[in-house]
């Protein structure tokens, strides 16, 4: 597989607002997951390159930051396919207190809104869906949208993550659980911490390392799902 590009597109979402978020019919995923989880860092692995600003200090990304990468073979199948991704701003710390946490909470809820509401406005039927979405299979329609639920290793269980996993359920996300910085357990707890993250989230977990690879091209064959429209 080879990474032909990967560009920034915009940043949506702020004040609440989606309007910015592309309606092409490209996939999406997007990545969602506590601050300094990894989201920058996973995006610019699965990138190759520097696509994404990441930072030390939590609550660095304060909008939904939409990148477009465009693949040549891989996992897609042969040809040319591309996808956007998605990094929303990270949830359990805000700089500025109660406030800001509100903020970035509503820069989530109107990404996962946005959909929703561009076809509302304009008479919402099952055709204008479809043509939304990306069909590879006549008759059959499916969604080319997925979340990326990161979740750190180390750390199974917070319950701002359960909270997040909730919410995400409650709008119906397709969702999947991302096991960060998994090169920073020892082999017993790694094995550990991975049931622990199945029985509280309820969902099969894959283990991801930005620093080291693992897990990359697994993940890069969900993305290549989701884009047609395979997954689930």
């Known amino acids: 597989m080879k990474i032909l590009s990967a560009d920034f597109v915009t940043s949506a979402a702020a004040g609440g607002r989606a309007d910015g978020i592309p309606a092409d019919g490209l996939a999406q995923i997007a990545f969602a997951g506590r601050s300094n989880v990894g989201k920058s860092t996973l995006l610019n692995a699965l990138a190759r390159t520097k696509l994404a600003r990441t930072s030390a200090a939590p609550g660095k990304t304060r909008l939904a930051n939409v990148y477009r990468v465009a693949v ?3 996992p897609g199948g042969p040809g040319r396919w591309s996808a956007y991704f998605v990094d929303l701003p990270g949830y359990g710390y805000a700089r500025g207190g109660a406030g800001s946490a509100a903020e970035l909470a509503a820069v989530a809820a109107a990404y996962y809104d946005a959909r929703g509401s561009r076809l509302a406005a304009r008479g919402s039927t099952a055709d204008d869906a479809n043509r939304e979405a990306r ?3 006549p ?3 499916r969604s ?3 979340t990326l639920h990161l979740i750190d290793s180390r750390h199974p269980g917070l319950e701002s993550d359960i909270q997040a996993a909730q919410w995400f359920d409650s709008l119906n ?3 999947y659980v991302i096991a960060t910085k998994i090169d920073k357990l020892g082999r017993a707890e790694r094995a550990r911490n991975l049931r622990e993250l199945e029985r509280v ?3 099969a977990v894959m283990p991801i390392s930005a620093a080291t690879g693992e897990g990359l091209e ?3 064959k969900l993305i ?3 884009a047609r429209g395979q997954h689930r």
Do not use: H, P
């Open 135 to 137: 069909i590879t299979d």
């Open 173 to 175: 996300v397709e969702r």
């Open 218 to 220: 697994e993940l890069w």
């Open 201 to 203: 989230f309820g969902n």
């Open 139 to 141: 008759g059959v329609e």
């Open 144 to 146: 080319n949208r997925a």
């Open 224 to 226: 290549a799902r989701v």
């Open 72 to 74: 040549d073979g891989g």
